[in-house]
Structures are given as structure tokens and as C-alpha cells.
T-cell receptor, first 110, second 115 residues
């Protein structure tokens, strides 16, 4: 079952904040976040595990709400380099099978 | 350390033909996953291999197959190509198949165009 990401697209000015959500209809074991810039391969950002709450560093962090089966990615004080498409990947039970959402396109303008 | 290498980068094939794509994982990585990426469908899971065994398979027809060799290199094959198979095929390697601790490292992909 493919997770649902929202919003589909967001446009920001430099310095603004953004939140990207990833929801699943099934119980999750782990959630991954990746960013893909145009013409490039997706790049790993972070993994969140069931039972964990929040990870990341000052500017880019994520949370995992087990009750809602939802993860959120927080981008703080966005920079131009944050532009790209963000994908969440979800794993239900410890299967190793990572299913990705449709992606959220983020554009940061000067 | 070299990244994930996929060959070829571009392929143009005709409907009905078959194609083989190759993936060399990062040295030491033993798990390889394949994804199909299209604008409309996003990243669709094809299959995952570990120690030469297919551990997971996505919802693709039997025309899509793959294998992994003892050196962890992997290939995927698509037979009887259809126009809808045109896509970017991404290979990703990881240290282990444990997604709770082992992230995916993606290659730059093979762009397949079917005419």
C-alpha cells in the first residue's frame, strides 16, 4: 500500500519553513525520507523507527507518530539548496520492502 | 568509495524486444533493490535481492525479472517490451536488508525508452 504524501507541491521563499506529511493506512515499522534533485538520484535524509519520535538536526528533522501511522518532515529556515522532490518510503513490519509515496515537490525561491 | 553504478545510462528499444540492465552496488553492500520511476507513478518497487535470493517482489508482471550474483552485482531483465515500460530504472544498494537501520543508496539510473 503506497503511502500518501501531502502537499503535492509547495513553493517557499528562502528562510521560510515547510512541513511535508506522509501517511499510511497500515501499521509502519520504519519510515525513510529522501530528496531527489532534478536529473539526480534520490539521496537519503533519515530513517525513523517505530517507537522512535524525532530525528534530524537543526534545519531538517522528522517525526513519527505511531498512533496516526504518519511521519512529518520539517524544513526550517529553508535554503535554495532544499529545492527538490521529497519522498517518504515506508516499511510495514520488518520485511525490507520499502514503498515510496508520490513525492512532494519543494521549490525555494530567493 | 565508489557509488552505485548502473549501466547503461540510456537505452532505446523497440516494442517486443527484451533488455537487461546492470547494477554494481557500493563495495560491501549486499542488498540490492530495483525501482521504476515515472512522472505519473513515482517510485514503484520492483524487487529486492540479498545473498543472491529475491526477498521481496513488487506488483509487476512476470516480464520483469532479476537476479543477483555472488559478488552482489545485480541485473534486471524486461522481456517483450511495451511502450509503458519507458521509465527511469533505479537501482539502490544497502549494507543489509534491514530497512530499520540500513538506508538505500541510489544509482543514477538507466533511462529506458521503448518505441
Amino acid at each position: 500500500q503506497q503511502p500518501v504524501q501531502s502537499p503535492q507541491a509547495v513553493i517557499l521563499r528562502e528562510g521560510e519553513d515547510a512541513v511535508i506529511n506522509c501517511s499510511s493506512s497500515k501499521a509502519l515499522y520504519s519510515v525513510h525520507w529522501y530528496r531527489q534533485k532534478h536529473g539526480e538520484a534520490p539521496v537519503f535524509l533519515m530513517i525513523l523507527l517505530k517507537g522512535g519520535e524525532q530525528k534530524g538536526h537543526e534545519k531538517i528533522s522528522a517525526s513519527f507518530n505511531e498512533k496516526k501511522q504518519q511521519s512529518s518532515l520539517y524544513l526550517t529556515a529553508s535554503q535554495l539548496s532544499y529545492s527538490g522532490t521529497y519522498f517518504c518510503g515506508t516499511e510495514t513490519s520488518n520485511t525490507g520492502k520499502l514503498i515510496f509515496g508520490q513525492g512532494t515537490t519543494l521549490q525555494v525561491k530567493p | 568509495k565508489a557509488g552505485v553504478t548502473q549501466t547503461p545510462r540510456y537505452l532505446i528499444k523497440t516494442r517486443g524486444q527484451q533488455v537487461t540492465l546492470s547494477c554494481s552496488p557500493i563495495s560491501g553492500h549486499r542488498s540490492v533493490s530495483w525501482y521504476q520511476q515515472t512522472p505519473g507513478q513515482g517510485l514503484q518497487f520492483l524487487f529486492e535481492y540479498f545473498s543472491e535470493t529475491q526477498r521481496n517482489k513488487g506488483n509487476f508482471p512476470g516480464r520483469f525479472s532479476g537476479r543477483q550474483f555472488s559478488n552482489s552485482r545485480s541485473e534486471m531483465n524486461v522481456s517483450t517490451l511495451e511502450l509503458g515500460d519507458s521509465a527511469l530504472y533505479l537501482c539502490a544498494s544497502s549494507l543489509t536488508p534491514d530497512r530499520g537501520s540500513s538506508p538505500l543508496h541510489f544509482g543514477n539510473g538507466t533511462r529506458l525508452t521503448v518505441t
